[in-house]
């Protein structure tokens, strides 16, 4: 579903932003203070359903006529689906740290024991090894971010825990879409992010046609709240693209 968080009185497109695994809007939450200023912004939960082309369909369903779209880790993967669903409604796109493949073998058998750990209530204990510090940059905020990392997670619940692994176990590769995307782009990553790596951002940004990569220095997997400054800059050079 997509919640109307502001609507401000504004020409310009409105924002869609779909939050990442186990987050939500205060995920966005600079952004969302800084552009609901002067322009609409949705935000889109991705709660409801354990396959992403549900959850994009949902989206698409509650989502204005035509929008900018912009996802972090599993919300840029929901955008992804979101582009290849209904190209026509895109009209620009932001990807941020994210993946453009398909779960590898590998990876989908490691969510199998948090599953199972999860039914058993640990959330917490598995939200804790997941989100290791490691996957933030180096710095004196980084605890209060993994602190709020928390708070999403645990207000959120165990179910969607759970139809969010089986959902990116299960996604499909979006190669193509990337290719066929005719709307300028934004992606962007943390240069510390060792989840989703430089490495990949730059082979996703080599299969747009229009897209911009930009690496936010001192961030790591989640930059819109490690630096949401330059994110922000970064978001308004693509909105006014």
């Keep these: 579903m997509s919640t109307p968080l502001v609507l401000a009185p504004a020409s310009s497109d409105p924002l869609v932003l779909i939050p990442g695994m186990m987050c939500d809007a205060r995920l966005y939450g600079p952004q969302i203070?800084?552009?609901?200023?002067?322009?609409?912004?949705?935000?889109?939960?991705?709660?409801?359903?354990?396959r992403v082309e549900a959850l994009a369909a949902d989206i698409l369903t509650n989502?204005?006529?035509?929008?900018?779209?912009?996802?972090?880790s599993m919300g840029g993967i929901v955008a992804m689906e979101v582009l290849r669903q209904s190209p026509g409604r895109v009209t620009r796109l932001a990807l941020m740290d994210t993946n453009a493949l398909s779960e590898t073998p590998k990876v989908a058998a490691a969510r199998e024991p948090q599953i199972v750990r999860v039914l058993a209530g640990a959330l917490p204990e598995v939200m804790r090894e997941e989100m290791k510090p490691n996957y933030l940059a180096p710095g004196d905020g980084r605890d209060a971010v993994l602190d709020l990392v928390m708070d999403m997670a645990l207000d959120l619940g165990e179910g969607v825990?759970?139809?969010?692994?089986?959902?990116?176990?299960?996604?499909?590769d979006q190669q193509a879409t990337l290719r066929r995307c005719d709307v300028p782009t934004l992606v962007l990553c943390g240069e510390h992010d060792a989840l989703c790596p430089i490495k990949r951002h730059t082979f996703m940004a080599d299969l747009i046609p229009d897209a911009e990569l930009v690496v936010v220095p001192d961030a790591g997997h989640l930059p819109t709240l490690e630096q949401p400054q330059e994110v922000i800059e970064a978001m308004e050079t693509w909105l006014a693209r």
């Design 33 to 50: 203070k800084h552009f609901g200023r002067n322009r609409a912004i949705h935000l889109a939960a991705i709660t409801a359903h354990d």
């Design 63 to 72: 989502a204005p006529s035509k929008f900018a779209l912009a996802g972090l």
């Design 161 to 172: 825990f759970l139809r969010q692994s089986r959902a990116l176990q299960r996604r499909p």
